[in-house]
């Protein structure tokens, strides 16, 4: 992904983003909507849950995530940007809603309603979210920012790009300012991560508006400063960011035979 030449290690993290992708969103399968598990609790990739998920088999966040991957490497192939491609993935979003066996609220809404309004395109996508925002004001699930990483891989260090990508794609069924930061920021760390091999999840503070930095500054160091399960809503954007991060930060390392 991305038009830059990696080095293998590189190239290795990158397939770690999508791999982890899937596989974080198959082995969470199993326990989705249930509740907050205790440290000593073993999980496994067994399948099950609400949905009857087969073992290994990954959730809509995946799905969805999957046509904005191939519109990405589609739109390489052929001199263009993901930018480009955004009705394949708005086309490919609502023809998979119709059959797919979980869809969020919020994205279902979006999605039923561009299919009844007719010929499906991201433009429509975007106004059928602002739509949902404006007469609900609470579109800000965690749905866009669980498909956002191969927005990070799409336009690998270019930062400006980054920005406005995941924010677009976000707003195509999250129209709220907190689902389009998450996404920009989470976009952001990835980049950074799969270039350089470091964790920085503020490095995309400065891509924010300027009225929203220090909000999401105090809850980056709220979520490194607490547990997971400090951040029990993980259906809101803002707790499942956290939730992640949190995670991340505090879950050892562990030490590999060399």
């Known amino acids: 992904m991305g038009a830059r030449r990696l080095t293998t290690a590189q190239s290795d993290r990158a397939a770690g983003v999508l791999l982890g992708h899937a596989c974080g969103d198959a082995l969470g399968a199993s326990y989705e909507f249930g509740p907050s598990l205790g440290d000593d609790v073993m999980v496994g990739i067994i399948g099950g849950g609400p949905f009857g998920w087969e073992p290994g088999e990954w959730t809509d ?18 001199g263009a940007t993901l930018l480009d491609r955004l009705d394949d993935v708005a086309r490919a979003w609502v023809s998979w809603a119709t059959t797919a066996p979980d869809v ?13 309004a007719g010929s499906v395109d991201a433009s429509l996508l975007a106004a059928e979210s602002r739509r949902q925002h404006e ?3 609470h579109t800000a699930g965690n749905g866009s920012l669980m498909r956002t990483s191969p927005v ?12 406005e990508v995941a924010r677009t794609v ?20 990835i980049s950074h991560a799969v270039l350089t091999g470091e964790l920085d999840l503020c490095r995309g503070l400065l891509r924010l508006p300027e009225s929203r930095r220090l909000l999401w500054e105090a809850r980056i160091r709220e979520a490194e400063a607490g547990r997971p399960l400090d951040f029990p809503r993980n259906d809101w954007v803002v707790h499942a960011f956290q939730a992640a991060w949190s995670a991340i930060v505090t879950t050892p390392v562990p030490q590999l035979d060399p």
């Not at 969020?104 to 009844?116: H, I």
């Open 61 to 78: 966040d995946t799905q969805m995530a999957v046509p904005i991957l191939e519109a990405a490497e589609r739109a390489q192939r052929e």
């Open 104 to 116: 969020g609220n919020q994205t279902r809404a979006v999605l039923s309603s561009a299919r009844r």
């Open 135 to 137: 007469r609900t004001v």
């Open 152 to 163: 990070a891989l799409a336009y690998l260090g270019d930062d400006d790009a980054i920005a």
């Open 170 to 189: 976000s707003s195509l069924t999250h129209w709220d300012d907190d689902a389009g930061d998450a996404c920009v920021l989470w976009c952001h760390a």
